[in-house]
């Protein structure tokens, strides 16, 4: 296939990326190149005859049209958005334009795109989204497809207003939609202001590890290369008008992950161990969600799909890959935001 995929120099469009051009996928990745996207995130496929890439803004309509016209993808997988929670409190209306707005922009340019090649069968438009659309659980229970929506974020509202919009295309429009929900995703690219590269960083430099409230929040964690599989599988198999929750299986708390990353770096990088000693517990998030966890008996049972990483596994590679890849991240540290305390504003 053709594929168009949004946001694919960030962290999780660009293991897509890699991993559709590897399984053979015509691939042209469309992205902003936000502070969050780095091209050096593609590199390993760059030079293929497989791929291209178009800088532009799902905001900015009229590229979006020219970029449909000048490819005509098979299907779409649409990754981009602004993800970061503390972001989100900070400064919404970022989140509100490009991921509410701009999937708005995505599902009418593929649309039109559709509707001009004759509305053929074969086309897809594969809507990205997050868990965090469904809320918080308490100590039992996990996510399904039929959860209700009960976001807590600004971040987690747009996500939700989005996937609505999905819905409503698919339902008034007849567009060929499907839809993923993923957990907390992790691995190799992943930017340095989210938990797991934030803690492997600041104990490199052996600064405070910092850990919200308790640490007590329960998140299902997913590793990015598996994610990137089952996104490839829903986009060939899942049934139109679906939606498929997918999970990592590999639920932990925030403190026992710090302790985890901790035990590994005392491991492979002894100096400065005991690494937990930097741990050190600051004020909570607003309205920061207490748990998550994803049911995936209908991604498991109607297509056959699982992650194939532990968590223990993923971890320990991840931890391997930053210590690997320092010219990746050393530059990353200097962009904005990034090492300062986001979303207390609130």
């Not at 701009?102 to 069968?121: I, S, V, Y």
Request: charged letters at 25%; aromatic letters at 8%.
């Amino acid at each position: 296939m053709k594929l168009l995929v949004t946001g694919g120099a960030g962290f999780i469009g660009s293991a897509v990326v890699r991993l559709a051009v590897a399984r053979g996928h015509e691939v042209v990745n469309l992205d902003a190149l936000t502070y969050a996207a780095c091209t050096e995130n593609v590199a390993s496929v760059a030079q293929s005859n497989l791929y291209s890439f178009e800088h532009a803004d799902i905001r900015d309509r009229a590229s979006l049209d020219r970029i449909f016209d000048l490819h005509r993808p098979d299907a779409v997988m649409h990754l981009a958005a602004e993800s970061h929670v503390d972001r989100s409190i900070d400064g919404p209306a970022d989140f509100i334009e490009t991921n509410i707005t701009g999937t708005f922009n995505m599902l009418e340019a593929a649309r039109r795109h559709w509707q001009a090649r004759g509305k053929p069968d074969t086309f897809r438009f594969h809507h990205i989204s997050t868990d965090e659309v469904f809320g918080s659980l308490g100590d039992t229970g996990q996510f399904t497809e039929d959860t209700p929506y009960a976001p807590n974020s600004p971040y987690s509202a747009s996500k939700a207003a989005s996937d609505h919009l999905v819905r409503a295309w698919a339902e008034t429009y007849s567009l060929p939609v499907v839809m993923t929900n993923c957990s907390n995703n992790y691995g190799p690219f992943h930017f340095p202001e989210k938990l797991i590269p934030v803690v492997i960083l600041n104990a490199l430099h052996g600064r405070p590890i910092p850990v919200y409230g308790k640490g007590e929040n329960v998140r299902d964690w997913l590793y990015v290369e598996d994610h990137a599989d089952a996104l490839l599988c829903v986009l060939e198999k899942g049934t139109l008008g679906r939606s498929y929750n997918i999970g990592g299986e590999n639920e932990a708390r925030n403190i026992d992950i710090v302790r985890m990353i901790s035990a590994l770096l005392d491991e492979m990088h002894p100096d400065g161990a005991p690494h937990d000693r930097l741990i050190s517990f600051v004020t909570d998030r607003p309205g920061h969600d207490a748990r998550y966890a994803i049911d995936p008996k209908r991604i498991r049972d109607e297509l056959g799909w699982r992650p194939s990483v532990t968590l223990e596994q993923g971890l320990r590679r991840t931890v391997r890959w930053y210590l690997d890849n320092e010219a990746w991240w050393r530059p990353l540290l200097d962009r904005q935001g990034v090492g300062t305390r986001l979303g207390v504003r609130a």
